[in-house]
Structure formats: C-alpha cells, structure tokens
C-alpha cells in the first residue's frame, strides 16, 4: 500500500507531540488546554444531545 504523505506528517507531529510530553495522556491533554486558552480563537464546547424515546403508537 502506498503511504500518503499528509497522514505520515500528521502521524510524525503526534509522535513528536507525544514524545514531548513523556507519551503522558495526562499531560499530553494539559498541554492542549494550555495552548487552547493562549489562543484568541473561539473555543465552542455543547452538551450531549439527549435521544428521546419514541412511543409506539
């Protein structure tokens, strides 16, 4: 198979990301918040969508 060139970068930056951080989920996930809050960008977080049930009738 051949490989794409955009999925070996993306898989490069994650292990390179990952290795930064002592492959840590925790702070792996801390370090993404903080790099969240620095920016200026609109961060939008939603609830679950709640199912309702169908009746039967």
Do not use: N, T, W, Y
């Not at 898989?11 to 290795?19: D, G, L, P, S, V």
């Amino acid at each position: 198979m051949r490989e794409d060139p955009i999925v070996a970068e993306i898989r490069k930056f994650r292990a390179e990301h990952a290795a930064r951080h002592g492959h840590d989920l925790d702070r792996i996930c801390e370090a993404l918040r903080e790099r969240q809050a620095k920016s200026r960008r609109k961060v939008v977080s939603r609830g679950p969508r709640l199912l309702h049930r169908r009746s039967d009738s």
